[in-house]
C-alpha cells in the first residue's frame, strides 16, 4: 500500500527530491558491441543474476559503431548516478594510440572485469602446417602467398600478428573482416588461411575438426583443448607478452557516488559467481578474472601500457601512447 | 523414429505450442512497427528467458522470427512505411493496391504466399541442410561481391521513367552506406569531422524518413480529399489465384532460401532479389510493377519469409549464423548450456528437429493470425489523413530514435524525408536508394577482400569470377 | 514516356544543388585515401560518387532542355504552407525531445498537428493526442523496454512504482 501511495504521489507530478535508497528506478545497461557478440551475450547473461542482487531492472542496449566509442561516449554524457552503465570490451583502451577519441576507460570507473578471452591460431584443415614453427617455416618460403583473417586495426588479430612480427618477421597478406565470426566463417570456406581468434569461437569447429588449431597464444594450455601446445611450449620467446587477451567488463562514469559503485561491485560480484554464468564462461573457453576496485584498475593500466606499445611498436596505432601519459611496461 | 518424436516435441506440449504462438502473435506486431525490430526483440527475450528451460526459450524466438519477417509487410501496405528492411519491395506494390482500396486483398496474398514461402524454407533447412551449408560456407569474397553487383543491377528494374535518376539514386545509397568509420581499416569516410557520424547513418532511420516522412508530406498535399474506401471483399484469395502465382513464388522461394542460407545476406537482399526475378519473368502482369502488381507482392514475401529458413541452415549445421537473429539465437543456445556448432546435429539431433518442427508451427500460426483480423487493419487507411498523419509521423520520430535510441538518427530520418520529398516531386525513385545502402557493405568490403586476397592484381581476380560458385549458381537466371 | 515532361518549380535549382552536392561528395571521397590501391578504403566511395556526378550533370542537362512549366508555383504546387509547417514541427519536435521529454513533446506535437490540419475540437485533439502517445509509450516503454528520453516527467519512477505494486 505504501508503494501504491508513493506511486500515486509521483503520477500526480509531486515527485519529491529522492530519498529511496538506490536503486530507486530502472537502471540503463549500454552495450558497445551489437546484438550476439560475445560482450552482448556475456551481459545479457551475467546481467540477471545481478538484477537479482540490486532489486531493479537493467534495461540493457546495443549501442554500436565506431569501434565501441559510440556507445562509450553515449554512457559517458550520462550523469555520473549510476543509472547508466556501459557493458564493453578492450577497445576503449586503445581509442587514444589509435585515434579514435578522446575518452576511454580512464574516464570510467570499474565496477567488474569479468573474463579474458583466450587468443588461438586457428588454420584451415588442411594447410601444409601443424605447429607454430612449421607455419613460420611455410611462411618464409612462400611470402606473402598467406592469408591472414584480421579484424582491422587494433582487434584481436591486429595484435596478435604484431606480437608475431614482434619476434619474428612474417610477410603474410591480412584480408580484413568485420568480426571473428565472419572472419572464421570465411576461413572454414577457404577465403583464407591463417586466423588468430578468440578460443570461444573457433573451440567447435576445432572440435569438429572442420578448423586446424595451431597454438593457444597464451602461456599455458588450454583443458577444452588438451591436445593443443600452448606457444610458450615451441617459442618461448613469447613468453615476455602473454598472457594477453580481449576482455569484458562492466563501468559505470567517473564521479559517481562510492556508496553506490560499491553497491554495483557488489551485485555484479556475486553475479559473476554464479555456476550457471561460470559454466557458460567456461563453455564458451573464457578465463574468468571477476576483478573489482585497485585491481581491476591495475589491469586495465597494465592491459593498455602492453596493447598500446606493440601496437606503436608495429606501427598500427598513430599516436604515441607516451603522448597520453602511458608508459612502456 | 527419433526424428519423428523430436518433431512432435513443440506439437504434443501444450505450453510450447503456445509459447509458439504467442512469439508468432507478438513478432507480427513488432515486425509491423517500424523502429522495432526482431533483432531488438529476440535481444530482449534472452534476458527474459534466461531461467527458463532451452525449449520453451527457442520456441518463443522462432515464433517472434518468423511473424515478425511478415508483419513487416503490413505497414508496407498499409501506410508505405516498411515495418522492417525485408518488405521495403512489398511496399513497392503493395502501398499502390491499398491506394486503390485493395489492402485488404494486398495482405491476404502476402499471408498465403508468406506461408508457402516459409514453408518452403524450412522444407530445405530439414532436407537439405547439410548439402545447402556446404554450398553456401564456399562462397568466397569475390563470389559476395559478383552478389552485391547483381543486386545493384536492380536499380534498372527499380527506377520507374528516368533510368539515370535511378542510377545516380542507387549511388547515393552507397555512398550513404559507407558514412562513418570504415570497420576494416578504422578510416573515417564522409564524416567531415562529426564525431556522431563515425557510427555510419542509420539504415533504418534512412528507410523510415525516405518511405514514411516522405509520403506524410506529399499526402500533406490532398490532406483533405477523403480517404480510400477499402474493399472488405476478396481478402483471403482463391485457390486459383494462388495456383497462378504457385511457379513464381516457388522459384523467389528458392531465391530466399539460398540468400538467406549466404552468412551475411538475409531476407531484405532476398526480397529485392526476388522482386527482380519477378520483374524479368512476367511477361504480362495485370496490373504494371509499381502500380500494384500481385507479381510484386508474392515475389519478396515469399523470398523473406524463405530466408528464415534459409539463415537456419549454417546456424544448425555449422554454428554460424545465416542472420543477425540466428547470431542472437547462437548466443542463446551457449546461455542454456548447449554448443552450437558442427557438432551440434551429432551430439543433439533433437535440437534441430525441434527447430525444424516449431519453425512449421509457427508458420501455420502465421498463416491463421495474419489471415484473421485484416478486416480491422484495413480500416487504418480509411481513418482521416488529418489525424493518421500526425500519429505516422509520431511513430516514425519514436522508430527512428528507438533503433539506437540517438536523437541523431530523428535528424536523419528527418533529413531523408525532406530529400525523399523533393526527390519524390522531381521524379527521382526513392528506391534505388535503399538498395544501395542495403547492398553497400557486400560490395565494398567483399571487393576489397577479393582484390587483397590476389594481392591488388584485378586481372587475377577477374579470372578468378569464372570459376566462382556464384556466377555457376546463378548463370541460369540469365 | 509521359508526353514532352514540363519543368517544375524549383526542379533546375534541386537538380543544381544535387550537382554541386555531388561534386563535394566526391572531393571528400578523394579526401580517404586518394588513388592509394584498389583495395584502399576510398575506392568504392570514389566511383560511386563519381557516378553521382555524371548522373548529375546529365540529369540537369536533361532539366535545362525542358520548358518551364508555367501553370505551376512553387507555392502551390512544391512548398505550400502545410509542408513547411509540418517540417518545422518535427524539427522542433526533435529539439524539445531531450529537454522536455518524450511524453510532453508528442503529446504537443499531436495537440497541435491534429488541431492544425483538421480544425477540430480541442478536446478531440487532446483525445487522440494523448490516447496515441499513451499506447506508444505502453509498447515502447513497458514492454519492449526501448528508453525515451526521460526528461521532466519521471518515468523511471512512475514505472518502478507500477512493477513494485505486483
Known amino acids: 500500500m505504501r508503494h501504491f501511495v508513493y506511486g500515486a504521489a509521483v503520477v500526480l507530478g509531486l515527485a519529491m527530491p529522492a530519498m529511496a535508497e538506490y536503486p530507486e528506478r530502472d537502471i540503463q545497461g549500454i552495450i558497445q558491441w551489437g546484438a550476439g557478440g560475445s560482450t552482448d551475450t556475456v551481459s545479457r547473461s551475467v546481467t540477471p543474476h545481478a538484477e537479482a542482487v540490486l532489486g531493479a531492472k537493467v534495461i540493457l542496449q546495443n549501442v554500436t559503431g565506431g569501434v565501441g566509442a559510440i556507445g562509450l561516449n553515449q554512457a559517458d554524457r550520462a550523469d555520473a548516478d549510476g543509472y547508466t552503465l556501459l557493458f564493453g570490451a578492450e577497445n576503449p583502451l586503445l581509442y587514444k594510440v589509435m585515434g579514435l577519441g578522446e575518452k576511454d576507460y580512464a574516464d570510467f570507473v570499474p565496477i567488474n572485469v569479468i573474463a579474458r578471452g583466450i587468443p588461438i591460431l586457428v588454420a584451415q584443415p588442411d594447410a601444409p602446417f601443424d605447429t607454430f614453427p612449421e607455419m613460420i617455416a611455410y611462411i618464409n618460403e612462400n611470402p606473402g602467398e598467406v592469408r591472414f583473417g584480421s579484424t582491422g586495426p587494433g582487434g584481436l588479430p591486429s595484435v596478435v600478428t604484431a606480437m608475431i612480427n614482434d619476434k619474428t618477421p612474417i610477410d603474410v597478406t591480412a584480408v580484413p573482416y568485420d568480426g571473428d565470426g565472419p572472419a572464421l566463417t570465411a576461413l572454414q570456406g577457404g577465403a583464407i588461411d591463417v586466423m588468430p581468434a578468440v578460443l570461444g569461437a573457433a573451440l567447435e569447429p576445432v572440435r569438429a575438426g572442420n578448423l586446424k588449431a595451431i597454438a593457444i597464444f597464451d602461456s599455458e594450455g588450454v583443458e577444452q583443448l588438451p591436445d593443443v601446445p600452448a606457444i610458450t611450449d615451441t617459442n618461448p620467446e613469447f613468453a615476455d607478452l602473454l598472457p594477453w587477451g580481449p576482455f569484458f567488463g562492466i563501468f559505470a562514469k567517473a564521479g559517481t557516488p562510492d556508496d553506490v559503485v560499491a553497491k554495483l561491485t557488489d551485485a555484479y560480484g556475486q553475479a559473476t559467481q554464479n555456476a550457471d554464468f561460470l559454466s557458460m564462461m567456461e563453455g564458451r573457453g573464457f578465463r574468468m578474472l571477476s576483478l573489482t576496485g585497485a585491481e581491476a584498475q591495475e589491469f586495465l593500466d597494465g592491459w593498455q601500457s602492453q596493447t598500446a606499445w606493440i601496437l606503436y611498436d608495429a606501427e598500427i596505432a598513430k599516436n604515441s601512447p607516451e603522448d597520453f601519459g602511458i608508459s612502456r611496461p | 523414429m527419433d526424428i519423428l518424436s523430436n518433431l512432435l516435441i513443440p506439437i504434443v506440449n501444450l505450453d510450447l505450442l503456445m509459447l509458439i504462438a504467442v512469439g508468432t502473435f507478438a513478432g507480427i506486431y513488432v515486425g509491423a512497427i517500424p523502429g522495432l525490430s526482431v533483432t531488438m526483440a529476440v535481444s530482449i527475450l534472452i534476458s527474459f528467458t534466461f531461467s527458463w528451460e532451452v525449449y520453451p526459450a527457442l520456441a518463443l524466438m522462432i515464433g517472434i522470427y518468423m511473424g515478425g519477417v511478415y508483419g513487416g509487410s503490413r505497414t508496407a501496405i498499409l501506410l508505405n512505411i516498411p515495418g522492417a528492411p525485408s518488405a521495403i519491395a512489398t511496399a513497392l506494390d503493395g502501398f499502390p493496391m491499398a491506394q486503390h482500396g485493395r489492402a485488404g486483398e494486398a495482405i491476404g496474398i502476402v499471408t498465403v504466399v508468406s506461408f508457402i514461402g516459409g514453408f518452403i524454407g524450412i522444407f530445405a533447412l530439414g532436407a537439405f541442410a547439410p548439402l545447402l551449408s556446404d554450398f553456401a560456407i564456399g562462397f568466397q569474397p569475390r563470389d559476395f561481391m559478383l552478389l552485391a553487383i547483381m543486386g545493384i543491377l536492380l536499380v534498372g528494374s527499380l527506377s520507374g521513367d528516368s533510368l539515370v535518376k535511378g542510377i545516380f539514386a542507387g549511388a547515393l545509397g552507397i555512398g550513404v552506406g559507407a558514412v562513418g568509420m570504415d570497420p576494416l581499416t578504422i578510416q573515417d569516410r564522409f564524416v567531415f569531422g562529426i564525431s556522431e557520424l563515425r557510427g555510419g547513418i542509420s539504415f533504418v532511420a534512412v528507410m523510415i524518413g525516405l518511405f514514411g516522412v516522405s509520403e506524410a508530406l506529399i499526402q500533406l498535399h490532398s490532406i483533405h480529399t477523403p480517404a480510400v474506401r477499402q474493399k472488405i471483399t476478396g481478402i483471403i484469395p482463391s485457390w486459383s489465384k494462388v495456383r497462378k502465382h504457385l511457379p513464381l513464388g516457388l522459384q523467389t522461394s528458392t531465391i530466399g532460401t539460398i540468400v538467406g542460407a549466404l552468412p551475411g545476406t538475409g531476407g531484405d537482399i532476398a526480397a529485392l532479389m526476388a522482386y527482380d526475378h519477378a520483374k524479368r519473368v512476367t511477361r504480362n502482369p495485370e496490373t504494371p510493377f509499381g502500380k500494384g502488381a500481385i507479381e510484386g507482392l508474392v515475389a519478396p514475401e515469399t523470398a523473406n519469409n524463405a530466408a528464415v529458413g534459409g539463415a537456419f541452415i549454417p546456424m544448425l549445421t555449422l554454428g554460424i549464423p545465416g542472420d543477425a537473429v540466428t547470431a542472437i539465437m547462437i548466443g542463446a543456445l551457449f546461455i542454456h548450456g548447449l554448443n552450437p556448432g558442427p557438432m551440434l546435429m551429432i551430439e543433439q539431433p533433437d535440437m534441430f528437429w525441434f527447430i525444424v518442427s516449431s519453425l512449421a508451427l509457427a508458420n501455420v500460426f502465421m498463416l491463421i493470425f495474419g489471415l484473421t483480423g485484416i478486416r480491422l487493419f484495413v480500416r487504418i487507411v480509411e481513418l482521416p489523413r488529418t489525424v493518421l498523419l500526425p500519429v505516422i509521423m509520431v511513430l516514425s520520430i519514436v522508430g527512428a530514435y528507438a533503433v539506437n535510441n540517438s536523437l541523431t538518427d530523428v535528424y536523419w530520418m528527418l533529413g531523408f524525408g525532406v530529400l525523399g520529398y523533393f526527390m519524390r516531386l522531381y521524379g527521382y525513385p526513392l528506391a534505388p536508394i535503399i538498395l544501395g545502402v542495403i547492398l553497400s557493405r557486400l560490395l565494398d568490403d567483399n571487393w576489397r577482400r577479393a582484390i587483397i586476397s590476389e594481392r591488388e592484381d584485378f586481372g587475377a581476380m577477374m579470372m578468378g569470377i569464372f570459376t566462382s560458385r556464384c556466377r555457376c549458381a546463378c548463370s541460369w537466371r540469365w | ?166
Open chain 3, 1 to 166: 514516356m509521359e508526353p514532352t515532361p514540363k519543368r517544375r518549380p524549383g526542379e533546375l535549382v534541386f537538380n543544381i544543388a544535387i550537382m554541386l552536392a555531388s561534386f563535394g561528395l566526391l572531393y571528400s571521397a578523394y579526401g580517404i585515401s586518394g588513388f592509394e590501391a584498389l583495395s584502399a578504403p576510398g575506392a568504392v566511395p570514389m566511383a560511386t560518387t563519381a557516378i553521382m556526378v555524371v548522373c548529375a550533370v546529365v540529369i540537369l542537362r536533361q532539366t535545362l532542355r525542358k520548358g518551364a512549366d508555367t501553370s505551376q508555383t512553387m507555392a502551390a504546387d512544391i512548398l505550400p504552407l502545410i509542408v513547411i509547417v509540418t517540417i518545422a514541427m518535427i524539427a522542433a519536435y526533435a529539439v524539445l525531445l531531450r529537454p522536455l521529454g518524450f511524453l510532453p513533446t508528442s503529446v504537443l506535437f499531436l495537440l497541435v498537428m491534429v488541431r492544425f490540419l483538421s480544425r477540430r475540437g480541442w478536446g478531440f485533439c487532446l483525445a487522440v493526442s494523448v490516447g496515441t502517445v499513451f499506447v506508444i509509450w505502453i509498447i515502447f516503454r513497458l514492454i519492449f523496454a526501448v528508453l525515451m528520453p526521460q526528461g521532466i516527467i519521471p518515468e523511471g519512477r512512475i514505472v518502478s512504482a507500477i512493477t513494485s505494486l505486483f
